[in-house]
């Protein structure tokens, strides 16, 4: 299982900016993806998961009506569609899955066998 982030960059307060995790070695189509974030000296947290068909959404309350989750199933790619960014979104943003027999869109990054490498997002004034 591999996992790929990508798509972060510095961006004023106020934009926008999409991330986008690519997988390969398992069938995309049958794990939901999460995405996580951790800002420095903080814990990893929680923003977003898709289920395997996207068909549901589920978003930490702080990033609902500002982030979308999205995938494709046919591109193996999933993307997390960030507006109205805050300085406090800055963080590393990695995608992750883990068996669906284990977890479905857990928000506990414990519970999450196969991360992304990260990518970082800042934020700035």
């Known amino acids: 299982v591999q996992l790929q982030a990508s798509g972060g960059g510095l961006v004023q307060a106020g934009g926008s900016l999409t991330l986008s995790c690519t997988a390969s070695g398992f069938t995309f189509d049958h794990y939901a993806i999460s995405w996580f974030r951790q800002a420095p000296g903080k814990e990893r947290e929680g923003v977003a998961c898709?289920?395997?068909?996207?068909?549901?959404?589920y978003f930490a309350d702080s990033m609902k009506g500002r982030f979308t989750i999205s995938r494709h199933n046919d591109r193996n790619t999933a993307n997390l569609q960030m507006s109205s960014l805050k300085q406090e979104d800055t963080a590393v943003y990695y995608c992750a899955t883990v068996d669906p027999l284990a977890y479905y869109c857990s928000a506990y990054a414990r519970h999450y066998d196969y991360w992304g490498q990260g990518t970082l997002v800042t934020v700035s004034s």
């Open positions: 898709i289920d395997s068909r996207g068909d549901s959404t």
